[in-house]
């Protein structure tokens, strides 16, 4: 019995150990503020799309978040939410994000199967959607946009590498954008080819307004 004893705290105390030693390595997320939480009061309530959000602020995209809380074409905030895509049209069911204008009102709707993206993940997107802000759309346009995605993912990577290395679809999917952003020396050049050659952007017209340039 002594032995046994004996025994079970030298394993208690190793469990003890393993457990801090594993939450000393977890992901420990700041609370929002209420004063955060308020600033968005009129895009989401979402605290997960909040903090992705919050994470465009400082990058390569900020206006991107500013976009979010009103600084757009609308004049008014974007609306942000995961849903399922299929709802509004059955060829949209695979989509990671739409944006959409709906009676004046921009909306950017993520793939709800997106729920448990990484908020950088999550932010990455946000860059790219809050920048469609007409119901014209183009090659240039979806260029910008990819590109900028793919600036922001690549940002804060090199900032937080261990969020490239996490098993998620939209992970993933950023993880390939930065790689033809990277080895198109950090420009557009294999983004370029990789839109124009998308099934999902046959038809659009090579400009529209505000991205009449090839060059973006």
Not at 93 to 115: C, E, P, S, V
Not at 189 to 201: F, L
């Amino acid at each position: 019995m002594k032995h046994f004893w004996k025994n079970f705290r030298t394993l208690f105390a190793f469990l003890v150990f393993a457990f801090c030693v594993q939450s000393a390595n977890a992901i420990v997320e700041v609370p929002l503020s209420d004063a955060v939480i308020k600033q968005y009061r009129g895009s989401t309530k979402d605290i997960r799309l909040i903090r992705a959000a919050e994470t465009l602020k400082g990058t390569v995209a900020d206006y991107s978040r500013r976009a979010i809380l009103g600084d757009n074409l609308s004049g008014k905030p974007i609306k942000i939410e995961f849903k399922d895509l299929s709802v509004l049209n059955p060829a949209y069911a695979n989509f990671d994000a739409l944006g959409w204008k709906q009676r004046g009102r921009l909306n950017i709707f993520i793939n709800i199967k997106h729920q448990s993206a990484p908020k950088e993940a999550l932010a990455a997107v946000l860059a790219h959607e809050a920048i469609h802000q007409d119901e014209l759309n183009s090659i240039n346009e979806e260029v910008y946009c990819w590109t900028l995605e793919a600036a922001v993912w690549t940002q804060l990577t090199d900032d937080n590498p261990e969020v490239a290395q996490v098993s998620h679809v939209l992970v993933d999917r950023e993880n390939t954008i930065k790689k033809m952003f990277v080895k198109g020396n950090y420009t557009n050049k294999y983004i370029r080819k990789s839109v124009i050659s998308n099934a999902g952007y046959q038809g659009l017209p090579s400009r529209s307004p505000g991205f009449e340039d090839d060059g973006l």
